[in-house]
């Protein structure tokens, strides 16, 4: 059972690092199951989704990827992908609400929509931002296009979500009124009601785990709501901190020569090291686990997964998010 | 093959971690020659966001402090514990002293913050008339420009070294200058910055914009009418009133922006410059690292190499991990609580890691055999004091032999 059913868009940030596309898409991959479809979106420019699924790069329209997490024998859902790009955007936009026709080209031949993109503050991000909103609230008057159950979005990393989705306050000292302002007012209310979610994707490290909290804090004093924390690249768990810490290498040298291996001094001892220097990095993932747990908001743990992610490690991630809940 | 180290286990100070596998090796990085070299003025870390770019540059800075050279850190958003640790944890834009640096070798070491609207607010104010730089600066376009506009921070990051380059200069300050850029995008944004704004100030939006401030109704065309009329439309009078003042107020200034983003580019063009990019070994770290590498030769900027943090160690022995997990299943199947099974398995794990790592380096290896390249291993503990930064710089100076 999922801990956010009523969720629609789900907003996934996180420090630099910290895996918050590889996350991004394994949550989609997970939510599209049981004939549900999802899109993916992606806004800074990267063509991270393109790479990990192995396909084209993505232009600004929405394509189908593939098909979700098969659950119980039922038929899954559908997974698009859509790259935003602000310029794009802009047009749509200018096309869709202002049917400006030939004074939309004009405004895109003097420079106004590179101004609009590159230069002018926050109306990049209202931009982003906005066509993720037509895609959470279109519904069956929206001739042709496709309807979602769920969007999630590969944000911006945690340092700049707040700003990032806060778009009516990033316009307040430019537009105190006007259309673009009661726009962005509309936006807002869907990004701080209970079908927006933000979850923050972390490392058990110390400088991705405080800023996971002060992100949290921050989207707290926004008004913003905070989804889950994804703890994302965890070591291997199988050995416990007492084990470790009892490892005796004349023990390790029989058991090696007990299934045909060599028990040569240097393995044993590379052995015995490798195991003391994980126990140590573990103590400090535990050290780290214990803040993430006192955030007070559910956490889920992703592995860290030696072979790197394709397709097939994807999958396995959305698994383990599924089951954990998240999705 | 590997180089595999000699040094026991758990003499770590005298370690020098291994790192990767074979493969085309990159010429290693000599960074006690760069820092050594007097001709090196400045040196710039630049690469994405998360791969230890601030704490490189602390370290480096420290190491050059401590090798002899009189240098300045100029960091953007260190950590708050290391930012404590080296006592700037004001953020305001003036270089302090960092203590407990070993000077005996006549070296020194000051750090900064970078506070990136005050730097934006001095430029303007050293541009225009104390009046017209306060219509500026209280305009809502300039509050909202200067702390968010794509790339402001990459430029004023830029033009923060100009002026404590052209500081140095004068008073014999500094002899060497460590700049951290911030983690963004396009974190090389600074070297379009001159491009662009002479493309903004060229073209044909400005002078719409000024149309109304400067001439008669005649200028006046029916294409600006159109224009205008759309953008009212858009954005309501008001709003298109506060972009025309603040368009007809910055118009003076950013000539003067012009002349100083081209001569800051100069500067780093120079041969007193060197760029080094810092990756980790990840995919996506190390595209972002050939983009700049081949950003930065195309724009003829002086390159020193690369430098890959958080490098996975070599396990010891030569062991490969398929027959680690064989071995380790069978001992599994006889007792399946087995810690020797366990330990076998974290190294069959390691080794892949380590594998994947070496494969993805001898790629960027392949693509950009110029560039000359230096491997941190990952540490366990974050750094947050000086002891940490010098740990940092013994391991960046570290020649790894990749034969």
Do not use: C, W
């Given at each position: 059972m999922s801990d956010w059913p009523r969720v629609r868009l789900h907003v996934v940030t996180g420090k630099g690092g910290t895996g918050k596309s590889t996350v991004s898409a394994a949550l989609a991959l997970a939510l599209a199951t049981r004939g549900k479809n999802v899109l993916l979106c992606e806004v800074e420019g990267r063509q991270g989704i393109a790479r990990m699924f192995d396909v084209d790069p993505l232009p600004y329209s929405e394509r189908r990827l593939t098909t979700g997490l098969p659950l119980d024998d039922e038929r899954p859902g559908v997974v698009h992908a859509l790259h935003i790009d602000a310029e794009s955007a802009l047009l749509e936009y200018l096309a869709m609400y202002y049917k400006l026709g030939r004074a939309g080209r004009a405004l895109d031949k003097v420079g106004v929509v590179e101004f609009a993109t590159t230069i002018a503050p926050g109306v990049r991000d209202v931009l982003l931002t906005g066509k993720v909103f037509e895609a959470v609230q279109r519904n069956s008057r929206n001739k042709g296009a496709i309807e979602y159950d769920a969007v999630v979005l590969d944000a911006p990393p945690t340092g700049r979500i707040t700003q990032f989705l806060n778009v009516s306050n990033e316009l307040a000292g430019l537009a105190k009124v006007g259309p673009v302002k009661s726009q962005a007012d509309t936006m807002m209310t869907l990004f701080r009601s209970p079908r927006t979610a933000v979850h923050l994707v972390t490392v058990l490290e110390e400088m991705p785990v405080q800023e996971t909290a002060d992100g949290i804090a921050d989207l707290h004093d926004n008004d913003l709501p905070v989804g889950g924390v994804v703890v994302n690249l965890v070591r291997p768990q199988e050995l416990t901190p007492d084990q470790l810490a009892s490892t005796d290498p004349a023990v390790v040298a029989a058991d090696l020569k007990g299934v045909g291996l060599d028990p040569a001094e240097s393995l044993v001892e590379g052995l015995v090291a490798e195991g003391r220097e994980h126990a140590e990095r573990r103590a400090l993932e535990h050290d780290q686990r214990a803040l993430v747990g006192a955030l007070g908001v559910p956490t889920y743990e992703l592995p860290r997964l030696a072979r790197g992610v394709d397709l097939g490690a994807l999958y396995e991630l959305a698994g383990l998010l599924r089951t954990q809940g998240l999705a | 093959m590997a180089a595999r180290t000699t040094s026991r286990p758990g003499d770590r100070s005298s370690a020098r971690t291994r790192v990767g596998p074979a493969g085309p090796a990159a010429d290693p990085l000599d960074i006690d020659g760069l820092l050594d070299d007097r001709s090196v003025g400045i040196i710039v870390c630049c690469g994405s966001g998360g791969v230890g770019k601030t704490t490189t540059s602390a370290a480096l800075a420290l190491r050059a402090a401590e090798r002899g050279r009189r240098v300045v850190v100029l960091t953007i958003d260190p950590a708050r514990r290391l930012a404590q640790s080296m006592g700037i944890a004001a953020l305001d834009n003036t270089p302090r002293p960092v203590s407990s640096v070993d000077t005996s070798a006549g070296g020194s070491l000051d750090a900064m913050m970078l506070d990136m609207k005050r730097t934006f607010d001095e430029v303007v104010e050293a541009q225009a008339s104390p009046e017209k730089a306060r219509a500026i600066l209280e305009n809502p376009f300039y509050v909202t420009l200067s702390s968010s506009f794509a790339g402001t921070q990459e430029y004023m990051a830029m033009e923060k070294l100009g002026q404590i380059r052209a500081d140095a200069q004068r008073d014999g300050t500094y002899d060497l200058i460590v700049v951290d850029t911030p983690p963004s995008r396009s974190a090389l944004d600074f070297l379009d910055a001159p491009e662009r704004l002479s493309r903004f100030l060229d073209g044909r939006f400005i002078k719409l914009m000024l149309a109304p401030a400067k001439g008669p109704a005649r200028i006046v065309s029916a294409g600006f009418g159109l224009i205008t009329n759309a953008l009212t439309r858009i954005l309501g009078a008001q709003v298109l009133r506060d972009l025309q003042t603040f368009v007809a107020?910055?118009?003076?200034?950013?000539?003067?922006?012009?002349?100083?983003?081209?001569?800051?580019?100069?500067?780093?063009?120079?041969?007193?410059?060197?760029?080094?990019?810092?990756?980790?070994?990840?995919?996506?770290?190390?595209?972002?690292?050939?983009?700049?590498?081949?950003?930065?030769?195309?724009?003829?900027?002086?390159?020193?190499?690369?430098?890959?943090?958080?490098?996975?160690?070599?396990?010891?022995?030569?062991?490969?991990?398929?027959?680690?997990?064989?071995?380790?299943?069978?001992?599994?199947?006889?007792?399946?609580?087995?810690?020797?099974?366990?330990?076998?398995?974290?190294?069959?794990?390691?080794?892949?890691?380590?594998?994947?790592?070496?494969?993805?380096?001898?790629g960027f290896a392949r693509a950009h055999p110029q560039v000359a390249t230096t491997l941190v291993p990952a540490l366990a503990a974050d750094v947050h004091d000086l002891r940490g930064l010098r740990r940092i710089g013994e391991l960046l100076a570290t020649r790894v032999d990749e034969t």
């Open positions: - | 107020a910055i118009d003076t200034v950013f000539g003067g922006f012009r002349q100083r983003a081209m001569k800051t580019y100069a500067l780093l063009q120079a041969d007193g410059t060197a760029f080094l990019v810092v990756a980790s070994p990840e995919p996506a770290a190390l595209r972002e690292a050939a983009y700049f590498v081949e950003r930065l030769s195309e724009d003829r900027m002086p390159l020193a190499g690369l430098v890959v943090n958080r490098s996975s160690p070599v396990p010891q022995g030569d062991l490969s991990a398929d027959e680690a997990m064989a071995a380790a299943e069978r001992l599994r199947a006889q007792d399946p609580t087995s810690l020797t099974a366990g330990l076998l398995r974290l190294h069959a794990d390691q080794t892949r890691l380590v594998e994947r790592e070496g494969a993805l380096r001898a």
